[in-house]
């Protein structure tokens, strides 16, 4: 394990503001399995993941953790964990099977139940409406590529709205629509698989559409006091030398402020190049203003930034790979830098400088850190035990990070850790390992890992200790004698 730098005084522990809110999150592709329990439709991810060559090693999310039929266990490892809320998303086609039409009540009453006991255990419910898993029946007429999708989500908004906002007080719209569209419309990396620039234009606008037509469905069908907003996963892009600057500010574009000004400024960038945009002929009058209404709270999903600089495609070399579309250019991470098993460079020093920048151009909107983790290889010891510190390194540095923002002022009100358990990582299977909690996937067993003791411990407390306490020379490591035994 390497030190992470910091950009703060690692001396000193660090007081997190009253109020703010501590979570960790799911999504329900990943592991609820039992896709085919109690009427619940296939999703687009059901038939992505049983396509040959789209999974590792062919894996798929029809088990997962199994977490629709171990409801208690889960209920169980996110009360003792001592999070003050968890976030889960919808499985659309649990609750409409097609997409539209009649509700599913089984389904529906699924997500009742979990809302309801959360809430009894003193948990805050935090519901993503959509997290990925269209329904298939909707992909088989365009999926988001179709203008109608928006509209069917909006009906879903509905549904969800009447049935849970008096449990449910705060709602994340979509999640990461970037990923939806690049992966699953222009690179086919994610579902539906498809490769089609065209249709990931058409895709970004009507999910963002979608956006607002939820935003408007749930101002009408919950309460006072609730709290609605999008999340997305704004990577920042850093360019190296200066004559990268200009590649990377129009990835910033292309990659977040396509989704952000929207939201954000009722405008697609200028600076982004004309084929990432949607075509004029999409945007009907009053798109803009129904997907940049107000929004209570902007999510912020943050893993790594991506650095720019000059490079020579035809001789790369160590740590660089071509930015596509742009001849010359390449991605860049030191031989030296530290990096999780997704090869993804590990820097809090730029979430504290996203969440700078994110504070300004939201004029102090309220930020959640609705998702941040590290995929690690962790495995159980002999002893019984799963010792992540690569994880609590990785934690710890990025509340250090979350910290220093806030004391720049930035109104950061809560962070989810990413993810309560070990569960299907998309395209990746089951071979990278996310959560707080060992999952055996060949019986379902949960084992808390050193890191659920230690987020649990801050989360409680409120308080980030510094990291000669987190990491003492002499004496005992973090432990996770605070969290259950496994189930």
Request: charged fraction near 25%; aromatic fraction near 10%.
């Given at each position: 394990?390497?030190?992470?730098?910091?950009?703060?005084?690692?001396?000193?522990?660090?007081?997190?503001?009253?109020?703010?809110?501590?979570?960790?999150?799911?999504?329900?592709?990943?592991?609820?399995?039992?896709?085919?329990?109690?009427?619940?439709?296939?999703?687009i991810w059901d038939v992505y993941a049983h396509t040959r060559g789209n999974v590792f090693r062919g894996d798929n999310g029809d088990i997962a953790?199994?977490?629709?039929?171990?409801?208690?266990?889960?209920?169980?490892?996110?009360?003792?964990?001592?999070?003050?809320?968890?976030?889960?998303?919808?499985?659309?086609?649990?609750?409409?099977p097609t997409g539209s039409?009649?509700?599913?009540?089984?389904?529906?009453?699924?997500?009742?139940?979990?809302?309801?006991?959360?809430?009894e255990n003193g948990v805050q419910p935090v519901v993503t409406v959509y997290h990925w898993d269209l329904p298939q029946a909707l992909e088989d007429q365009g999926g988001w590529a179709n203008r109608d999708t928006a509209q069917r989500m909006?009906?879903?908004?509905?549904?969800?709205?009447?049935?849970?906002?008096?449990?449910?007080s705060m709602w994340i719209t979509i999640n990461e629509p970037l990923q939806t569209v690049h992966q699953g419309y222009r690179t086919g990396t994610h579902a539906p698989g498809l490769c089609d620039d065209a249709l990931a234009a058409a895709a970004n606008h009507h999910i963002l559409l979608g956006h607002g037509l939820v935003l408007q469905a749930l101002r009408q069908t919950t309460g006072a006091g609730t709290v609605i907003g999008p999340t997305m996963d704004p990577d920042p892009y850093v360019a190296l030398d200066a004559e990268s600057e200009a590649v990377a500010e129009t990835l910033d574009a292309e990659f977040n402020l396509v989704y952000l000004d929207p939201v954000l400024r009722?405008?697609?960038?200028?600076?982004?190049?004309?084929?990432?945009?949607?075509?004029?002929?999409?945007?009907?009058?009053?798109?803009?203003?129904?997907i940049g209404a107000p929004i209570d709270f902007l999510g912020v999903n943050y893993y790594r930034p991506h650095h720019i600089r000059r490079g020579d495609w035809s001789d790369l070399r160590i740590g660089e790979e071509p930015v596509p579309g742009f001849p010359g250019f390449v991605h860049y991470q030191a031989p030296e830098q530290e990096r999780t098993v997704m090869d993804w460079p590990v820097v809090p020093a730029s979430l504290r400088d996203l969440l700078g920048r994110l504070h300004a151009y939201t004029d102090g909107l309220p930020l959640y850190i609705t998702e941040n983790g590290?995929?690690?290889?962790?495995?159980?010891?002999?002893?019984?035990?799963?010792?992540?510190?690569?994880?609590?390194?990785y934690i710890h540095?990025?509340?250090?990070?979350?910290?220093d923002a806030i004391a720049d002022g930035v109104n950061l009100a809560g962070y989810f850790h990413w993810s309560l358990m070990d569960n299907f990582e998309w395209s990746h299977g089951y071979r990278?390992?996310?959560?707080?909690?060992?999952?055996?996937?060949?019986?379902?067993?949960?084992?808390p890992k050193r890191s659920a003791g230690f987020y649990g411990n801050v989360a409680r407390t409120g308080t980030l200790p510094s990291w000669e306490e987190t990491f003492p020379l002499d004496g005992p490591m973090p432990s996770a004698s605070t969290t259950p035994a496994a189930v």
């Open positions: 394990m390497s030190v992470i730098s910091h950009s703060s005084d690692l001396m000193r522990a660090r007081r997190f503001p009253e109020g703010f809110l501590w979570g960790t999150g799911t999504s329900s592709y990943q592991i609820e399995g039992a896709v085919t329990a109690d009427g619940r439709g296939r999703s953790c199994d977490s629709y039929n171990r409801l208690q266990d889960d209920l169980r490892i996110i009360k003792d964990l001592g999070v003050g809320a968890y976030r889960f998303s919808v499985a659309w086609s649990r609750v409409q039409g009649a509700v599913n009540q089984a389904g529906l009453d699924y997500y009742r139940r979990l809302a309801e006991q959360l809430r909006a009906e879903l908004a509905l549904i969800l709205g009447a049935e849970l906002g008096d449990q449910v009722q405008r697609y960038p200028e600076s982004a190049r004309p084929e990432m945009l949607p075509p004029e002929a999409l945007i009907r009058d009053g798109d803009m203003e129904l590290c995929a690690a290889d962790d495995y159980v010891s002999p002893g019984g035990t799963i010792d992540d510190y690569e994880r609590i390194a540095g990025h509340l250090d990070a979350a910290a990278r390992r996310f959560g707080l909690h060992y999952v055996e996937f060949e019986t379902g067993r949960r084992v």
